[in-house]
């Protein structure tokens, strides 16, 4: 169910679905649910960062251009006569360059670019299994609502029949007016049911849309099989739990080397830095603008950049020994991680089990309780049973679909829990 389909969600012109089965609903919240999105796009945004960082291995070659009109000329007296130095009109233009050859910055930023990107990727892989989680839970949800509809349909239409039966009878005098009176109280009652199932249904129905990133205002119906949902009831755990194939680890383990990098990246704080520089500088002077760049005077260096730190009052040995903390902390959160995904293993199993149980046992109560309901309403119209036990057969036969239906969309959802926290489901 959670293999990626290689073929998109048939999705007309309008953004909506034509055939809205669970696959082709995973696969819409997958391209269109804004969570999604919100990671691909940070994805782009990392990406772009890394090459910025990147970008500083690349000689930096930079243009300046300047004119000076100077007012008053720079006076000095020198030998009793006031001598002016300069003229009135000076331009510059200047070519700089300078490449990194050693730069702590540049290196962390080569060292980690792979981890960043491949942390950028486990987000958005987060985002997308808690999308689908969420969807086929709120489909499931949907469907289970939607039996108790079909279910409360059904027994509004017996109870009508048996209203019909009930006052035949009270009006030929073969019974008394309570059991047309009991007819009526369970068909309104029935109604009411039916009403308020129908009024979920719209809630459940706008939160399903509202995960995947469904237009408002358009809707769709489900299509299912629910003999190939009976079939999937069934879960084969041959594995316990390995807490590396769960997003969440993996993602705290890339968070762990990226730290790795940061305490290296503190420790390079007592290396130098060098780096290569030159520039070639075209001057121009003269006290005429018009004649200002008829004459040039170049002149051009290269050289090379040693900075080394001596002494910054402790400030590097400090950075160095938070990173180290900061390291510590995060082994803890993967031990605390590796104890929370036991323990929601754990409950996750224990619910499947529960609410399998739940559904055998269910779904051999609806055979019963359809034969018991049969078998009574005949005798009642035979004049055998009293209305009672057909009232009482006919609540508990809704009550029993209606539990058959629930346990069974509710063991599909616990089975998404408990391959979840197995990391089964991956994106």
């Given at each position: 169910?959670?293999?990626?389909?290689?073929?998109?969600?048939?999705?007309?012109?309008?953004?909506?679905?034509?055939?809205?089965?669970?696959?082709?609903?995973?696969?819409?919240?997958?391209?269109?649910?804004?969570?999604?999105?919100?990671?691909?796009?940070?994805?782009?945004?990392?990406?772009?960062?890394?090459?910025?960082?990147?970008?500083?291995?690349?000689?930096?070659?930079?243009?300046?251009?300047?004119?000076?009109?100077?007012?008053?000329?720079?006076s000095s007296v020198i030998g009793g006569q006031v001598i002016r130095f300069g003229v009135n009109n000076t331009s510059s233009a200047q070519f700089t360059a300078t490449q990194n050859i050693f730069n702590k910055d540049a290196l962390l930023a080569s060292k980690t670019a792979s981890k960043v990107r491949m942390q950028a990727s486990q987000n958005t892989s987060r985002s997308k299994i808690d999308v689908v989680v969420d969807v086929t839970k709120a489909v499931y949800d949907v469907l289970a609502t939607t039996e108790q509809i079909k279910v409360s349909e059904e027994s509004i239409l017996r109870l009508q029949q048996?209203?019909?039966?009930?006052?035949?009878?009270?009006?030929?005098?073969?019974?008394?007016?309570?059991?047309?009176?009991?007819?009526?109280?369970?068909?309104?009652?029935a109604e009411a049911t039916l009403k308020s199932n129908s009024e979920s249904l719209i809630y459940k129905k706008e939160y399903l849309k509202a995960l995947m990133g469904y237009p408002q205002g358009q809707d769709f119906s489900l299509e299912y099989d629910q003999e190939l949902m009976e079939s999937q009831v069934t879960l084969e755990v041959k594995e316990q739990v390995n807490h590396s194939n769960h997003i969440d680890y993996q993602i705290i383990q890339t968070q762990r080397e990226l730290q790795e990098a940061n305490l290296k990246y503190s420790q390079w704080a007592f290396l130098p830095s060098v780096n290569?520089?030159?520039?070639?500088?075209?001057?121009?002077?003269?006290?005429?603008?018009?004649?200002?760049?008829?004459?040039?005077?170049?002149?051009?260096?290269?050289?090379?950049?040693?900075?080394?730190?001596?002494?910054?009052?402790?400030?590097?040995?400090?950075?160095?020994?938070?990173?180290?903390?900061?390291?510590?902390?995060?082994?803890?959160?993967?031990?605390?991680?590796?104890?929370?995904?036991?323990?929601?293993?754990?409950?996750?199993?224990?619910?499947?089990?529960?609410?399998?149980?739940?559904?055998?046992?269910?779904?051999?109560?609806?055979?019963?309780?359809?034969?018991?309901?049969?078998?009574?309403?005949l005798q009642y119209t035979n004049g055998v049973k009293s209305y009672l036990d057909v009232t009482t057969s006919e609540s508990e036969l809704r009550t029993t679909r209606i539990n058959y239906f629930n346990a069974l969309y509710l063991v599909l959802a616990s089975k998404v829990d408990v391959q979840n926290a197995l990391g089964q489901i991956n994106y």
């Open positions: 169910m959670f293999i990626p389909l290689v073929g998109n969600a048939q999705i007309n012109e309008e953004n909506t679905l034509e055939s809205a089965t669970l696959d082709n609903i995973i696969q819409y919240a997958l391209d269109h649910q804004p969570k999604v999105q919100q990671a691909q796009i940070d994805e782009e945004i990392t990406e772009q960062a890394i090459k910025g960082k990147l970008a500083d291995w690349y000689p930096q070659i930079n243009f300046n251009y300047n004119y000076q009109r100077n007012i008053d000329l720079q048996s209203l019909q039966d009930a006052h035949n009878r009270y009006v030929s005098g073969v019974s008394d007016k309570t059991d047309y009176q009991r007819a009526t109280i369970l068909v309104r009652n290569l520089f030159g520039a070639y500088n075209l001057n121009y002077q003269n006290n005429k603008f018009n004649d200002l760049y008829g004459t040039r005077y170049p002149y051009s260096y290269v050289g090379a950049t040693l900075s080394i730190p001596l002494f910054q009052g402790g400030r590097r040995l400090a950075k160095v020994q938070e990173e180290k903390w900061v390291s510590s902390r995060l082994d803890l959160s993967l031990t605390n991680l590796e104890n929370n995904l036991n323990t929601a293993y754990a409950r996750a199993m224990a619910s499947y089990k529960s609410n399998l149980a739940m559904y055998l046992a269910h779904k051999e109560n609806v055979e019963l309780a359809q034969e018991v309901y049969d078998i009574i309403q």
